[in-house]
């Protein structure tokens, strides 16, 4: 099955810094790239995708890039705000009948 | 995400007692999975179906089973509880299309069991 794992495990910055979450995966066919977002107490949900012919997507102050050749993807934040705060996670999938196989997560503080 | 429902949302129980846990989903989607997230940690993949005929194992399938009685219902049930089974359970649900495979999750099932 697809190995993925994400790093750093938890992350803290400064409110208006940046941060960036990196996941690496082991399927080669992967070919969409979704970041969810968990909030505390809350379900995860989607917060931006690439697919495997974009390499970058950007909405406000989010950014997705995919690097296929070395099989990683990152999310960037910019100006980070406290309600950013959060466990992210990634779940990379090859298509077809393929389960989705998500990351380990990343906690995200944002100190006011 | 109102489209995806569990019940119950909270449930405590004592070990040894057989429990259900019950997602709908008014989304149309084809594919259901059930979820295991413990405190601090990620998610493990109980049991996921691909359509109503279609019941595969997750990672940690032990000590669970599960019933797609139609596209729109996926139970999870507790065949006899245990303390380790103490978590945040969610169902989530997807459309499958080769390009993509985006997870719609229902609020979760707080269950503790004593």
């Known amino acids: 099955g697809e190995n993925v794992e994400q790093h750093p495990s938890t992350l803290s910055v400064q409110e208006g810094d940046s941060a960036v979450i990196k996941c690496t995966y082991s399927d080669s066919a992967s070919n969409y790239f979704p970041w969810y977002k968990q909030e505390l107490g809350k379900r995860p949900q989607l917060i931006i995708d690439?697919?495997?012919?974009?390499g970058e997507k950007k909405d406000q102050r989010i950014a997705v890039t995919l690097n296929k050749t070395a099989k990683h993807f990152s999310l960037h934040i910019t100006e980070t705000q406290p309600e950013d705060s959060a466990v992210y996670f990634c779940?990379?999938?090859?298509?077809?009948?393929?389960?989705?196989?998500f990351g380990t997560g990343t906690k995200l503080q944002v100190i006011p | 995400d109102a489209d995806v429902t569990q019940t119950p949302r909270n449930r405590i129980t004592k070990t040894g007692k057989r429990i259900m846990l019950e997602c709908s989903q008014t989304k149309g989607h084809d594919r259901m999975y059930w979820y295991r997230q413990d405190p601090g940690l990620g998610l493990r993949l109980i049991y996921y179906?691909?359509?109503?005929?279609?019941?595969n194992k997750g990672e940690i399938s032990d000590g669970y089973s599960v019933s797609r009685q139609a596209q729109a219902k996926f139970s999870l049930s507790l065949e006899s509880a245990i303390p380790n089974q103490t978590a945040l359970y969610f169902c989530?649900?997807?459309?499958?299309?080769?390009?993509?495979?985006?997870?719609?999750f229902g609020p979760g099932t707080r269950l503790l069991v004593l």
């Open positions: 690439i697919r495997s012919n974009v």
């Open positions: 989530a649900t997807s459309k499958r299309l080769d390009t993509q495979e985006t997870q719609y």
């Open positions: 179906s691909f359509d109503v005929k279609d019941i």
């Open positions: 779940a990379p999938y090859s298509g077809g009948y393929q389960k989705v196989t």
